[in-house]
């Protein structure tokens, strides 16, 4: 998170991965996705 250049690279990752993932892994993807929305 303290990398702002980056953080559009590993969003897109991690919509990604959601699209196919476990569920364990959609939802920690939301999470993950929450906590980047509350940097912005």
Avoid at 28 to 38: Q, T, V
């Amino acid at each position: 998170m303290k990398e702002r250049k980056y953080l559009k690279s590993v969003r897109i990752e991690i919509e990604k991965q959601m699209l196919t993932g476990a569920p364990a892994i959609k939802a920690r993807g939301r999470h993950l996705l929450a906590d980047f929305d509350k940097i912005k």
